[in-house]
């Protein structure tokens, strides 16, 4: 396999990127990643070639899609407050990039075309009210870059219908885990509040905490994307990446107490445009797809996010 890691420089694809090169089935890895959220270092002496530019450059595209056996496009905007603020910059990362790396995988020709996996997201479902989100639910975002996503899955759909392209589009829900950063406007909760709890700050809660994610470890989700690969598994249908695991933001606070055995603070403030109140996937189709997987449960994972956070903050859990 010679795999094209877009965006694997940043918190999923570098942790993808290290499972990688330790498989047996895995020639080489390159990645592509503009470093704008990404960072270099993430995959230093990873064994990966990191090449620095942009899924908007087409050339640098069609030159690396061409040697590719697999792409697992991970390159895009990613937060939902920054597309609320600029949704022309999410529109043109998420959509039209998704687009410049699914015509660089055709253009390779039939026969030659590369496995495609696509990141979608839990976003795309939007304000829809159903608690439980199964695939077969309208999709319904309510910020931009749902919306970009929900045209990263329909792209995908339609290069798979017209062209034959063999695609597997995936839907995460909240990732966490090392190398996710903290200490910047746009960071995602568990960093956000491991950061903060670890430098004995108040964390920050949006809304009353009542909120439900469904938390993913990162090793399960590099797990699942590394099987896919090798196994070439593909799909119309975009599939829930995440296991049902209902947690609200209160509750996460509590494990954090619980992982560090000292109370947290929190700040409360008003909810966010955009925010989703609740997000929990059915996990029936992923577990059709990948009976073996067994994902990292939240203690866990929590624990080992702060073992990451402690050793690259230098912080102390007293
Ligand atoms: P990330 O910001 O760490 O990774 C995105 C990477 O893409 C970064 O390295 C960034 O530098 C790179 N990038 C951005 N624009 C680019 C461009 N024009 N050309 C090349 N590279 C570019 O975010 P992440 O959390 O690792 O997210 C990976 C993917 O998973 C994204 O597509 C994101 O939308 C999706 N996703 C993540 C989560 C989550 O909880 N982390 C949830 C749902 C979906």
């Given at each position: 396999?010679?795999?094209?890691?877009?965006?694997?420089?940043?918190f999923i694809g570098a942790n993808l990127c290290r499972l990688l090169v330790t498989l047996?089935?895995?020639e080489s890895v390159t990645v592509l990643d503009d470093l704008s959220s990404g960072d270099a270092a993430n995959v230093a002496d990873v064994g990966?070639?990191?090449v620095r530019g942009s899924i908007l450059d087409r050339e640098v595209l069609a030159e690396l899609a061409d040697g590719a056996t697999h792409v697992i496009h991970l390159a895009a905007r990613p937060s939902v407050p920054r597309s609320v603020?600029?949704?022309?910059?999410?529109?043109?990362?998420?959509?039209?990039g998704t687009l410049f790396v699914l015509e660089a995988c055709r253009r390779a020709g039939p026969g030659r075309m590369p496995h495609v996996i696509l990141a979608s997201s839990s976003s795309v479902y939007?304000?829809?009210p159903e608690p439980h989100k199964h695939e077969d639910l309208p999709t319904r975002p309510l910020s931009?870059?749902?919306?970009?996503?929900?045209?990263?899955e329909a792209y995908a759909l339609a290069y798979a219908g017209s062209y034959g392209l063999p695609i597997l589009p995936f839907r995460f829900f909240n990732v966490y885990g090392p190398l996710q950063p903290a200490g910047h406007a746009y960071a995602a909760v568990i960093p956000a509040f491991v950061s903060a709890a670890l430098k004995g700050r108040a964390v920050t809660i949006y809304g009353?905490?009542?909120?439900?994610?469904?938390?993913?470890?990162?090793?399960t989700v590099a797990r699942v994307l590394a099987d896919a690969a090798v196994r070439r598994v593909t799909s119309t249908t975009p599939l829930n990446l995440a296991f049902g695991t209902r947690v609200s933001l209160l509750h996460l606070k509590n494990a954090l107490e619980t992982v560090l055995g000292r109370p947290v603070e929190a700040e409360f403030l008003s909810a966010r445009?955009?925010?989703?109140r609740e997000s929990q996937a059915s996990s029936q189709l992923l577990l059709r797809r990948f009976p073996s997987v067994r994902p990292v449960p939240l203690d866990e994972g929590l624990r080992l996010t702060v073992t990451w956070f402690e050793k690259t903050q230098g912080a102390t859990t007293h």
């Open positions: 396999m010679r795999v094209l890691v877009t965006g694997g420089a940043g047996p089935e895995v990966i070639n990191l603020k600029d949704p022309v910059t999410s529109h043109a990362v998420n959509a039209t939007g304000d829809c931009p870059y749902g919306a970009s996503k929900l045209a990263t009353d905490g009542e909120q439900v994610r469904d938390f993913t470890y990162v090793g445009a955009g925010d989703i």
